[in-house]
């Protein structure tokens, strides 16, 4: 079994940064591609941005790009989410996840954090 535990999550005000973080435990890390993932209300999940189980890569949604910096530590077990710029936009609950394939499709990652909640005020 796989445990991704999210931290980091809060308010800010539009223009501001967060720092969100994930911890995983239960299996080796190093050899599983990262992703974080985001759900407004009313809306379906959608992805925000993958780390490959190396570091090698790093793919970003059109609409971070530029704003969001992803990375991860292999010695320690966890990976980050550097948010810039925070618009409206980007509130939403924020989820980390754990899978061998890189995809952008939410459905196909296997492990999940509980999420951590990130709002954005105009």
């Known amino acids: 079994q796989v445990q991704l535990v999210e931290s980091g999550g809060g308010l800010v005000q539009a223009g501001g940064s967060l720092r969100l973080s994930c911890a995983a435990s239960?299996?080796?890390?190093?050899?599983?591609?990262m992703g974080w993932f985001r759900q407004a209300p009313g809306k379906e999940r959608e992805f925000v941005a993958l780390?490959?189980?190396?570091?090698?890569?790093?793919i970003y949604a059109d609409s971070v790009k530029g704003r969001f910096t992803m990375s991860r530590d292999n010695t320690k077990n966890t990976v980050a989410l550097q948010m810039n710029n925070l618009k409206p936009e980007d509130t939403a609950v924020y989820y980390c996840?754990?899978?061998?394939?890189?995809?952008?499709?939410?459905?196909?990652?296997?492990?999940w954090g509980q999420g951590t909640q990130v709002t954005v005020s105009s």
């Open positions: 996840a754990s899978e061998r394939i890189p995809t952008q499709e939410a459905t196909a990652w296997t492990y």
């Open positions: 239960g299996r080796t890390f190093s050899g599983y591609n």
């Open positions: 780390i490959y189980w190396d570091g090698g890569n790093t």
